[in-house]
């Protein structure tokens, strides 16, 4: 079977992960980022109806600034070619996230099996990797946790592992939502459960830790929500923001009574923990 092959350069931030979710509805299957902003994005060229996507492509580049260009490849093995551009993540020495055929390294303290689809959170990204490494130093043991925006599950199920008694996971994406709930079944997670929605759907409260990997806008508005269902005392760690946005969100948070424990950053994107 041939393919055609969409060749993006010149991506910034999530931009990928967006684009990637939005060519899905074109019937695009197969998705590899490369360095410095690139993506591949494959149709089956069967599939490929030529003028709907170049029109969106011509108008997400006017807003995105990315070039791109368009090339027919011959028939592979599209698996085995996503397998090799899908490496696995190793966190602080600790925590292995891999895809469900890579192999378990018996060294990794967790290991997280996180096959992602069209799911943000695999720990190539610097948010995702940033939370893990906040996560790696809390302790779970016992606590009752919200994960707003899961994405893939990840930080839900790292947070399993480590002796949360209560999980709940939260995405207003149904790709998200039946990924995460994929992905609690391939790491034996099931006291998560996972509700299609966002804060607002959150009807319990007295969470110990609420954590957000969403996008500066979304941690914003929703921000009082959080407060609203965090025990007093407790952790609420937000990422999804760049280094330039770390004075409004902590300048927000402050106004709502929360305290600053720990900001750290990774190539300009940021993940900031408060206590109530």
């Known amino acids: 079977m041939e393919y055609i092959e969409i060749n993006i350069s010149g991506l910034s931030g999530e931009n990928a992960e967006i684009l990637s979710a939005e060519l899905s509805e ?14 591949n994005a494959f149709i089956p060229a069967g599939s490929f109806d030529v003028m709907p ?10 807003t995105m600034g990315f070039r791109y260009r368009v090339n027919r490849v011959p028939g592979q093995n599209w698996n085995a070619i996503w397998e090799s551009a899908y490496q696995p993540v190793l966190v602080s020495g600790r925590c ?3 895809a469900p055929f890579h192999q378990p390294d018996p060294l990794a303290e967790f290991d997280l099996i996180i096959e992602p689809k069209m799911s943000f959170g695999t720990a190539h990204h610097e948010t995702t990797h940033l939370m893990i490494e906040t996560i790696l130093e809390t302790d779970f ?35 998200a939502y039946t990924n995460t709930l994929e992905n609690t079944v ?10 299609h929605g966002d ?29 609203a269902l965090l025990v007093d005392g407790g952790l609420l760690m937000l990422s999804g923001f760049y280094s330039d946005d770390t004075k409004i969100i902590t300048e927000k948070a402050g106004s709502l009574g929360f305290r600053i424990s720990c900001i750290r ?4 994107w940021v993940v900031a923990t408060f206590i109530k």
């Open 26 to 39: 074109y019937g695009f299957e197969g998705f590899s980022e490369e360095e410095e902003g690139g993506l």
């Open 53 to 62: 996507v170049a029109n969106f492509l011509e108008e997400r580049s006017f």
């Open 96 to 98: 292995m996230i891999r």
């Open 141 to 175: 043991r016992g606590m009752k946790v919200l994960d707003i925006g899961c994405g893939t599950g990840i930080l839900a199920i790292l947070a399993a592992k480590m002796g949360a008694v209560r999980i709940l996971a939260v995405d207003n994406d149904e790709w």
């Open 186 to 195: 391939r790491n034996n997670a099931g006291m998560i459960c996972v509700i």
């Open 199 to 227: 804060a607002s759907k959150v009807n319990e409260g007295d969470f110990n830790i609420i954590m957000a990997n969403i996008n500066r806008n979304v941690l914003l508005g929703d921000m009082m929500a959080y407060r």
């Open 265 to 268: 950053e990774l190539n300009n």
